[in-house]
C-alpha cells in the first residue's frame, strides 16, 4: 500500500469515494501476470466498485456530489463506427494500440481511498442513502453481470436455468437473479457440495447437481433434472483444466436452447456441430453489463423482490489487502470478500 495524489475529475470524469469493491477469488493471478491480463503498469488496480460522488468534471451534468453510484469497470470506445474496444478500467485491455490508449487516460481502479471514472460508467442508485449495509452493495456488480447474460439468453418466467460454476460468485448471483426473473428451476453446478446445499436452501426450485468432471455422467444428471432439457445455460465457471464442464451443459439444452457464456474457461470449445444444428441452439457470449441492467437489478434488492440478506460479505479495510485476497481465494457462493478502503 502506498499514497498517491488524489484524482482529480479530468474532462467527462467523476471522481467517487470508493465505498466497497469485491475482491474477486482469482485477484492474485490477474496482478501476479498469471492470467495474462492486459495491465499497464504502474497502476491502482480494482475492478467495478460502489462509490459515493465526490467531484465531477464541469463538462458532467448527469451526475452529482453525494449521489451513490455503481461504477462500472467497463468502458467502450463507442460503436459508431466499427467494432469498439472495451477496457476493463484498472483490470485489463484488449492489447489493441487504442486499447493503450484508452488505458493511458482511464488507468486506476477501485483499490483506492479515491477513483475517477468516465461519466458514461456510472449508475446512480436511486435511494441509495437510506441503504444501510455498504458491504452487500459489491454484489450488485456481480448481479448484474449475472443478470445480463440471463438477459442475453432471453430468460422468460417458467423456464428451466441451469447455471454452470454456481458455487462461485457469479454462480450464486446468477441463481438469485434467475429465480428473481421467475424461472420455474434452476440447476445449479460445481463441485463444492456445501456450497450447493447452501444455494438449494435459498428456494425449492434449486436443484443441484455435483459436477464429476465426466461430460457424459453429468450431462445424464442434469438431465435428470428437467423435464426434456434446459431452456437456458448461464455458464458462470472458472478457468476450468477442460471444457467437459461447460459442454456437459451444453449437451443438456433443449430444442431452441440457449447457452450463454459469461465465464472464465480459456481453451477454445469444440462445440457439438450436429446438435447444434439439429436442436437449433444458440450459443452466446455476455461481457459486463450495462446502465440499464445495474438499474433493474437495484430496483429488484430496493424492493426486497431480491433478497440480499443470505449473501455474507467478508469486510477487509485496505491495509488488509493481503488477507483480503486470501480469503477471496477460499470463500463460496454467496460469501464474498469486499474491499472497504474507509472502513
Ligand atoms: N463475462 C463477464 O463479464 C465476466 C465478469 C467477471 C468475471 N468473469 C469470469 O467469470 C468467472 C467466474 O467468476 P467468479 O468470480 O464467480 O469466480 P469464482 O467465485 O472463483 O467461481 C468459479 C466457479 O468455477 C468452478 N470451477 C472452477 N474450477 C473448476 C473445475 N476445474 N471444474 C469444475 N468447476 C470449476 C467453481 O466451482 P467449485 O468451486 O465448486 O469447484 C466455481 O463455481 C471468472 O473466471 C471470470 O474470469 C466474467
Known amino acids: 500500500m502506498t499514497d498517491v495524489p488524489d484524482p482529480v475529475a479530468r474532462p467527462g470524469g467523476v471522481v467517487v469515494d470508493v465505498l466497497a469493491v469485491r475482491v474477486p477469488s482469482y485477484t492474485r493471478q490477474v496482478l501476479d501476470g498469471s492470467l495474462g491480463y492486459d495491465l499497464p503498469t504502474p497502476l491502482v488496480p480494482g475492478p467495478t466498485c460502489v462509490g459515493r460522488v465526490r467531484g465531477v468534471a464541469e463538462d458532467v451534468f448527469g451526475h452529482q456530489v453525494g449521489d451513490l453510484v455503481l461504477c462500472n469497470s467497463l468502458y467502450s470506445s463507442g460503436d459508431a463506427v466499427g467494432s469498439p474496444d472495451e477496457i476493463l478500467i484498472g483490470w485489463t485491455g484488449t492489447g489493441t494500440p487504442r486499447s493503450a490508449r484508452m488505458q493511458a487516460v482511464w488507468r486506476h481502479g477501485s483499490f483506492a481511498e479515491q477513483a475517477c471514472y468516465p461519466a458514461s460508467c456510472l449508475t446512480t442508485l436511486p435511494g441509495g442513502q437510506e441503504w444501510k449495509r455498504t458491504e452487500l452493495l459489491p454484489f450488485l456488480a456481480s448481479l448484474a453481470i449475472a443478470d445480463g447474460g440471463l438477459r442475453k439468453g432471453g430468460l422468460r418466467g417458467g423456464q428451466s436455468v441451469i447455471v454452470n460454476g454456481a458455487t462461485g460468485n457469479l454462480g450464486g448471483a446468477g441463481t438469485m437473479a434467475a429465480l428473481a426473473r421467475g424461472a420455474a428451476r434452476v440447476i445449479v453446478t460445481g463441485r463444492r457440495e456445501s456450497a450447493l446445499s447452501a444455494l438449494a436452501q435459498l428456494d425449492p426450485r434449486v436443484r443441484p447437481v455435483v459436477l464429476t468432471g465426466d461430460r457424459a455422467r453429468d450431462t445424464a444428471a442434469l438431465l435428470a433434472e428437467t423435464d426434456d432439457g434446459a431452456d437456458l445455460l448461464l455458464d458462470v465457471i472458472g478457468a476450468t483444466p477442460t471444457t467437459d464442464p461447460t ?6 439444452l433443449r430444442l431452441r436452447g440457449t447457452a450463454v457464456l459469461v465465464g ?16 437449433q441452439l444458440t450459443v452466446t457470449g455476455s461481457f459486463m453489463f450495462d446502465s440499464r441492467t445495474a438499474l433493474e437489478v437495484w430496483e429488484l434488492v430496493r424492493s426486497g423482490a431480491l433478497d440480499l440478506s443470505p449473501v455474507g460479505a467478508h469486510v477487509f479495510g485496505l491495509d488488509r489487502f493481503e488477507a483480503a485476497m486470501e480469503s477471496a481465494e477460499s470463500l463460496a457462493g454467496l460469501d464474498y470478500a469486499v474491499l472497504m478502503p474507509r472502513w
Open 247 to 252: 459442454l456437459a451443459c451444453v449437451d443438456a
Open 264 to 279: 472464465g474457461v480459456r481453451h477454445d470449445l469444440a462445440l457439438p456441430y450436429q446438435r447444434i444444428q439439429r436442436r
